[in-house]
């Protein structure tokens, strides 16, 4: 893989592409172009020979089509946005196509990406939150899962004579359902993909991620210098030079979800140091610079307020030296991710030129929400505890600090930087302000869009519902009123193909938004937003209100509610209508507590379960429920002395449980994130056979006592303070043996520390 990128960075397109981008800043001129003469000499030919070899017909009239999704990635962290971060290949994107500045997606990621692939609202579409919370049937609009009536993107192209491809993170099923046998009705092979690449559940580790090919858990490649999003783009590029060489009479469509700018944030060290002092100033300058920035980049109206720092983020210049030197390496290492993610994006980019396939791409790029404030006031270096709300302390933290973007951390930068992300808006994902809700679009389609119109800016409201109409007119291709069998619901979302060449073009007027209860409304031009607490529960009555004039004030500093409650009423009982008209009733209050709805009609709301040496990995989100409940592990073995190792483990080095066999006693881990509990039998385990059993009492909320058994025989305990609240790890549940990160360092060295045993099987019992 390095020797790859080594070549990339000596590549014509390369090089030209930093030479070009400082000519342009020196000179004030823009770059249109993509690579070197060699490429587009090579790709001249390519296209050449690629449409003799395509055959007369429909499909060489239709574009291809590339969907790229960022994930956390705030409304300024672009160049072309504003921000000093390096992005030159999606700034050429920019230059050669379209930004929109006033373009919004919801404010978590699932139903943002339910509604770019379905051109629905999720709410309609059945994913109105995050596909980890499936509420039951009672919820129909939180099922984790798009419903068949709302058919895909893919599934409409693939009817259309289109090649469809998936990378990346998928997010779009419930997690119980991400198990190595299925079911696999809501996986990506069954919404019209031909191929997927990538990762089934809401985050994946960079290094070692665990991966889905097609409808199979696959290993991670066993590479010191692996990457996950170099992978992505490593298969990415292989899908698009199959195509092009076997079957370029066909339009394909690609889906590249990348796992950035999620946490945990790691990336090489070399792209961390690209960015070694500039962030030294604080969070402060960095926003009033990336604010100036826009205004000059017309990102921005030039009336737009700078509102003041959020609730709970210091001033710089109150931080000590300590907290400073932390949050400047989280920031330099979010940075370094997002270059290396946009120079991942400038390898596929390159790769459609070489084999003359960019001409005829429509490219549409976006952020599936705003940046996140996970990492609250210090930052993580810990996700489980960041998801368990769970704060972490300053002195692990600095004492980790060189370490963060490393294998050693799940990091997630300080809510002060994820402000910074936001820029100029107010707070960050999950809220309804636009920090959360706004997204940098790029439409790149130069055959649909006039030479003097590419490099522009377009004011004009979209939505992520409206990407895919706006495909499907581009294609020439009408909604299917059935497919398998299953009637579609209409589109909701409208088609903006005429703002390519007119920046006066009108869009639509009106788009809700609800997620976990907080709500808010857009029409022409103003905004209302419902704030729920947890203290009022599950009643909507008593939310407060607010209301923005967005049109006059777009960073939503001056709320208009007490003065003009004529107009807040008016948008109130417009969201009553949308809503109803598109599903968001009932409403429901949860959050984090979402991870702990387990729907009777799903595998894992089963209180029995028995699992077989060799089975693959089981991901957490489906593995058995263990949360405030009492349990059992009973594992039947067989061994001789010299037999040890892991008999089950679920997690990683950042939390989780494992039960093993050392030394020929017995060991049973509980880690928590910030403690580990430890119980080791006071006997060996014998040779032969032999019933070792784990017991684990819940004694109350979020403690217990753990027991471990020989034989029926109690050989040690300990009492178990505190244990996780919503979720267990972000690694899933291996038998026999701990693969990728090992839960503990007792067998760190071991790599997957596999029993050299029989375990005939091991068998969970949960009392509900």
């Not at 129909?140 to 469809?164: D, S």
């Not at 491809?165 to 009705?185: D, F, I, R, V």
């Not at 932390?326 to 946009?342: K, L, P, V």
């Not at 920090?435 to 979209?462: C, D, N, T």
Request: charged share 25%; with cysteine; glycine share 8%.
């Amino acid at each position: 893989m390095e020797k790859d990128l080594k070549v990339l960075r000596k590549s014509p397109f390369h090089q030209l592409t930093i030479f070009a981008s400082a000519l342009a800043l020196l000179s004030g001129c823009s770059y249109k172009n993509f690579s070197g003469p060699e490429i587009k000499a090579e790709a001249a030919q390519n296209k050449e020979a690629k449409e003799n070899d395509r055959s007369a017909g429909e499909d060489t009239e239709k574009p291809n089509i590339v969907y790229i999704v960022l994930d956390d990635s705030g409304f300024s962290d672009l160049a072309s946005y504003g921000s000093e971060m390096k992005t030159p290949n999606l700034d050429k994107l920019a230059e050669n196509g379209l930004r929109y500045n006033n373009s919004h997606v919801t404010p978590v990621c699932s139903p943002t990406r339910a509604a770019l692939l379905t051109g629905r609202n999720p709410h309609s579409a059945g994913m109105a939150t995050v596909a980890n919370f499936d509420m039951g049937p009672e919820y129909p609009n939180k099922r984790g899962r798009i419903k068949p009536e709302a058919g895909t993107v893919a599934e409409v192209l693939k009817e259309n004579g289109y090649n469809t491809y998936a990378l990346g993170k998928w997010h779009l099923a419930p997690s119980h359902q991400a198990t190595p046998a299925g079911p696999y009705e809501n996986w990506p092979l069954a919404k019209g993909f031909d191929r997927f690449y990538g990762f089934l559940e809401d985050s994946s580790d960079q290094y070692k991620p665990e991966l889905v090919q097609d409808n199979s858990f696959i290993e991670t490649p066993d590479d010191e210098n692996y990457h996950f999003s170099e992978d992505l783009v490593d298969q990415a590029n292989q899908y698009v030079t199959d195509h092009a060489s076997v079957n370029p009479d066909k339009p394909f469509f690609m889906y590249l979800a990348f796992g950035a700018q999620h946490q945990p944030v790691q990336v090489p060290k070399k792209y961390i140091d690209m960015y070694k002092g500039v962030y030294d100033k604080g969070w402060d300058e960095i926003r009033k610079e990336r604010f100036e920035r826009q205004k000059e980049l017309g990102i921005i109206p030039e009336n737009t307020g700078l509102p003041p720092l959020n609730p709970g983020v210091k001033p710089w210049d109150q931080l000590t030296k300590e907290e400073k030197n932390a949050f400047i390496r989280f920031q330099e290492t979010y940075a370094g991710f997002m270059t290396h993610t946009d120079e991942q994006i400038g390898r596929l980019i390159d790769n459609l030129e070489r084999v003359g396939e960019l001409e005829d791409t429509m490219i549409v790029f976006l952020s599936d929400n705003g940046a996140s404030s996970m990492g609250k006031d210090t930052g993580s270096i810990n996700h489980t505890l960041a998801y368990n709300d769970i704060k972490e302390s300053l002195d692990d933290i600095a004492k980790n600090t060189k370490y963060i973007g490393s294998d050693k951390t799940k990091a997630e930068f300080p809510q002060g930087w994820a402000q910074v992300s936001g820029t100029p808006y107010r707070l960050y994902k999950s809220t309804m302000y636009n920090a959360g809700i706004k997204s940098p679009l790029i439409v790149y389609y130069p055959k649909g869009m006039k030479e003097e119109a590419r490099g522009e800016v377009r004011s004009q409201f979209v939505h992520a519902i409206d990407v895919t109409p706006t495909v499907y007119e581009l294609a020439g291709i009408k909604l299917p009123t059935e497919i398998k069998g299953v009637e579609q619901m209409p589109l909701h979302g409208e088609s903006f193909a005429d703002t390519f060449n007119d920046g006066g073009a009108e869009t639509r007027k009106t788009q809700f938004f609800e997620n976990n209860g907080q709500r808010a409304i857009y029409h022409d031009g103003w905004k209302a937003i419902g704030l729920h607490s947890p203290a009022q529960g599950q009643d909507f009555t008593l939310d407060k209100w607010e209301l923005y004039h967005v049109a006059e004030d777009a960073s939503e500093t001056k709320d208009l509610a007490g003065a003009q409650p004529e107009k807040l009423k008016e948008l109130q009982d417009l969201f009553e209508e949308e809503a109803g008209k598109y599903n968001v009733f009932p409403m429901s209050f949860i959050m984090g507590d979402g991870f702990l709805s387990i729907p009777k009609d799903s595998l894992r709301a089963k209180n029995s379960f028995t699992f077989y040496q060799g089975m693959s990995r089981l991901p957490e989100g489906a593995s058995p429920f263990l949360i405030n409940r009492s349990y059992s592990i009973t594992v039947p073995i067989k061994r001789d002395k010299k037999d040890e190792g892991v008999l089950l483990a679920l997690g990683s080095t950042e939390s989780g449980y494992t039960l093993y066999i050392k030394n020929n006693r017995l060991v049973y881990e509980y880690n928590r994130g910030n403690k580990v509990y430890k119980i080791e039998s006071r006997q060996k385990v014998p040779s032969g056979p032999s019933t070792i059993t784990y017991k684990f009492d819940h004694t109350g909320q979020h403690k217990g006592t753990g027991t471990l058994y020989l034989n029926g025989e109690k050989v040690g305990e300990a009492a178990i303070e505190e244990t996780h609240k919503f979720k267990l790890s972000f690694e899933g549940l291996d038998i026999g043996k701990d693969s990728n990160y090992p839960v503990s360092p007792a067998y760190v060295k071991q790599r997957d520390f596999e029993f050299t045993g029989e375990i005939e099987k091991v068998v969970y019992q949960i009392q509900q």
